[in-house]
Nanobody, 128 residues
Framework: QVQLVESGGGLVQAGGSLRLSCAAS????????GAWFRQGPGEEREFVAAISRSEISTNYLDSVQGRFTISRDNVKNMLYLQMNNLKPEDTGVYYC?????????????????????WGQGTQVTVSS
């Protein structure tokens, strides 16, 4: 089993920045791909960004490409999401997730079904 705890959410004005953190415990974090998803008000949960276990590969939602950066620290068992130039449409609950199984060095999936462990979420609100 793995436990994931997000932090760093909050209220920010459009154009501002936030850095989300996700602390992982209970597993060999370095052997699994990680990702961030979000769920806006009245919307389905959607993929935001993913990173392979070795940091070789990353994937981003088109609308956040160039504004968000996903990273990880396998020594500290941490996953991060740096969010810059935030927009009101970025508002939602942000979840970190880890793949169900150990991943290859290049594996950074977008599909929710590939992720078996989830945090409780952290609220991000961007005001216009």
């Amino acid at each position: 089993q793995v436990q994931l705890v997000e932090s760093g959410g909050g209220l920010v004005q459009a154009g501002g920045s936030l850095r989300l953190s996700c602390a992982a415990s209970g597993r060999t974090f370095a052997t699994y791909a990680g990702a961030w998803f979000r769920q806006g008000p009245g919307e389905e949960r959607e993929f935001v960004a993913a990173i392979s276990r070795s940091e070789i590969s990353t994937n981003y939602l088109d609308s956040v490409q160039g504004r968000f950066t996903i990273s990880r620290d396998n020594v500290k068992n941490m996953l991060y999401l740096q969010m810059n130039n935030l927009k009101p449409e970025d508002t939602g609950v942000y979840y970190c997730a880890v793949t169900r199984f150990a991943a290859s060095s290049y594996y950074a999936p977008r599909l929710q079904a590939q992720y078996g462990f989830w945090g409780q979420g952290t609220q991000v609100t961007v005001s216009s």
